[in-house]
């Protein structure tokens, strides 16, 4: 599949969100170009939950922005992933949709199926180069009747 030959596209409707990690970039790849779009990464404003341990050992929750480092590290760890697993690096600066298979009603049961298919034919603690054939094949059950 080729990242750069993929259209933009917003979330809604059909599309979800893939997850900002190594599963989600690869879940994308196993989709296709068909089933994929791109829109451009926008973090301004975005925040994450942290929490702040005391010297009492009090854990306070507490919001932070999510800054250009932490972006670094996402990307780092989402290329990390899929160079384990042999797939190619899509370019940075884009979030990655899926269209949503017409079988499940959200997004929740889409990665809980993902999920179930990795348990079900993958090793206790499977390595990425396992996970992306185990996600090859799924979606193209999940896309054939498209």
Not at 2 to 23: F, I, K, M, S, Y
Request: hydrophobic share 40%.
């Amino acid at each position: 599949m080729g990242w750069d030959q993929v259209d933009e596209g917003r979330p809604g409707g059909e599309w979800l969100v893939a997850t900002e990690n190594g599963l989600g970039a690869v879940a994308a790849w196993a989709a296709g170009t068909v089933n994929i779009r791109r829109m451009p990464v926008d973090d301004l404003g975005r925040t994450v939950d942290a929490e702040c341990h005391g010297p009492t050992g009090h854990v306070r929750p507490r919001t932070e922005p999510f800054t250009v480092g932490a972006r670094e590290l996402v990307d780092e760890e989402i290329e990390s992933h899929l160079l384990d697993a042999g797939v190619p690096l899509p370019p940075r600066g884009w979030v990655w949709l899926i269209r949503r298979p017409l079988t499940f009603r959200d997004d929740r049961q889409f990665w809980a199926h993902l999920d179930q298919q990795i348990a079900q034919h993958a090793s206790p603690a499977p390595y990425p180069s396992e996970i992306a054939p185990i996600l090859q094949r799924a979606m193209a059950k999940l896309y054939a009747g498209r």
